[in-house]
């Protein structure tokens, strides 16, 4: 893996183990040689993840709307930042770039992108590992749902497991490196 697109909240959220959590994970992308892709803001968990990831000497790749960089959110210090027409080019520009996608805490932005990648990789569109990093149980009650529906046969057991979730950056990225891919077809029913 040369690059992880991190997905998360434009908001660093009410405790401060979210922001830590992102910091710690860019530091840990950069450490590993890992290139940071993600929406380009200096505000919120981006800016934080982002933040991690240059001052331990990483890459940050960013990708932001104009719009959005007309509103000044455009994080100033980035190795690359590319400005795009509209969120449609951000989110196939950041998944054309990464060879796998995390999802830190966030809200119905960081769903949409987590849930459209793993929907590309279900359909084969690519194959890429995805995952979250469950800082302090964010992602409890959405994973317990996703066995649900699993278990209530809208999900074959292959595309539920390809998303992986820790607490832990390298715990994380051991799983990504490791999770199987499946040719399965999305379909339950033929």
């Known amino acids: 893996m040369q690059s992880i697109c991190v997905f998360c909240g434009s908001s660093a959220g009410q405790s401060p183990m979210y922001k830590e959590a992102a ?13 940071l892709v993600y929406g380009g803001a200096q505000v919120g968990l981006m800016g934080a993840v982002a933040d991690g990831c240059l001052s331990s000497g990483g ?32 989110k196939a520009a950041m998944a054309d770039r990464a060879d796998a996608f995390i999802a830190l805490p966030g809200g ?5 992108e987590l849930f459209e990648v793993w929907t590309w990789t279900q359909l084969g569109i690519h194959r890429k590992p995805l995952g979250v990093m469950n800082v302090g149980g964010f992602y409890d009650s959405l994973l317990g749902f996703l066995d649900q529906v699993e278990s209530a046969g809208f999900m074959k057991p292959a595309h539920r497991a390809l998303l992986q979730a820790s607490d832990q950056p390298a715990q994380l990225l051991a799983q990504l490196r490791q999770v199987a891919l499946p040719d399965t077809p999305k379909w339950v029913d033929r």
């Not at 910091?23 to 290139?35: D, H, M, P, V």
């Not at 100033?76 to 795009?84: C, D, K, P």
């Not at 119905?108 to 949409?112: A, I, L, M, N």
């Open 59 to 90: 890459r940050v790749y960013g990708v932001m709307p104009e719009k959005l960089a007309n509103l000044e959110l455009a994080h100033s210090g980035l190795s690359e930042l590319q400005i795009v027409p509209d969120m449609h080019a951000r």
């Open 108 to 112: 119905v932005g960081t769903f949409e």
């Open 23 to 35: 910091t710690r994970l860019g530091e840990y992308l950069a450490e590993q040689g890992i290139e």
